[in-house]
């Protein structure tokens, strides 16, 4: 039983130890990310944050969004995408617009032997001033998340940044207090077992001695007849 139960509470403890590695380096990997200006993915997925209303009405401002990553040779015209911007207004932000055909009706051709798209926001009047290189290419645009945006806006309204700190934290926070439980209810059924072998071996010990008390007693009695 006392094996069982320290093999259970070693394999807690690898599980909760990996779980605590797993929250810190997805924490550290959005606060890096973040720093660096970059979207972060997870497993080829991520959520962006709309703050221009360019394109409006399909992408409201304010509005989160999913993306995901996407081969350059899959684009297609149409397709809202993701890119790392080389517009020197926005340079090296992440924008997000259609893939839209320029004045000669081309959406991509290759220029200095890169593919480039020519894309425009869904609200603007013109195409973008310079177009998308596939290098830059980050993901292309899955489906709105209005929930999200409506938790974000209601209950944090702070940058999704934040969430993503607060969630991992917050899901640390209660494994940490659940573990705690389980290792204080461990250690009080493991006392309380403690006790009770100490007690079942003291009243052994008591009824050993009342039996060799009576052993004696009786071997006296007989010297006495003798």
């Not at 969004?65 to 809202?80: A, Q, T």
């Not at 001033?129 to 209601?154: D, E, F, H, I």
């Not at 009824?207 to 010297?223: H, N, V």
């Amino acid at each position: 039983m006392i094996d069982r139960t320290k093999r259970n509470k070693r394999i807690a403890d690898i599980i909760f130890s990996v779980i605590t590695v797993v929250l810190l380096v997805i924490i550290a990997y959005f606060v890096v990310m973040q720093v660096q200006g970059k979207v972060p993915l997870v497993m080829g997925y991520g959520v962006l944050h709309t703050l221009t209303p360019s394109m409006e009405d399909t992408i409201m401002t304010g509005d989160y969004f999913l993306i995901r990553s996407v081969d350059p040779e899959d684009v297609r015209e149409g397709d809202i995408i993701t890119f790392y911007s080389d517009d020197p207004n926005i340079k090296g932000y992440a924008n997000t617009h259609r893939v839209h055909v320029n004045e000669h009706g081309v959406w991509t051709e290759i220029i200095d032997g890169e593919r480039v798209f020519y894309t425009k926001g869904d609200n603007n009047y013109t195409i973008d001033c310079v177009p998308a290189r596939a290098s830059q290419l980050v993901g292309r645009y899955v489906t709105g998340l209005p929930w999200l945006t409506k938790s974000v806006s209601v209950i944090f309204g702070t940058p999704l940044i934040l969430v993503f700190i607060f969630v991992p934290l917050l899901a640390y926070v209660i494994l940490y207090y659940y573990r705690l439980k389980m290792l204080q209810k461990r250690e009080a059924e493991e006392k309380l077992h403690h006790e009770a072998k100490i007690e079942a071996m003291v009243a052994m010990e008591v009824e050993r001695l009342r039996r060799l008390d009576a052993e004696k007693k009786q071997q006296q009695d007989q010297e006495k007849t003798e």
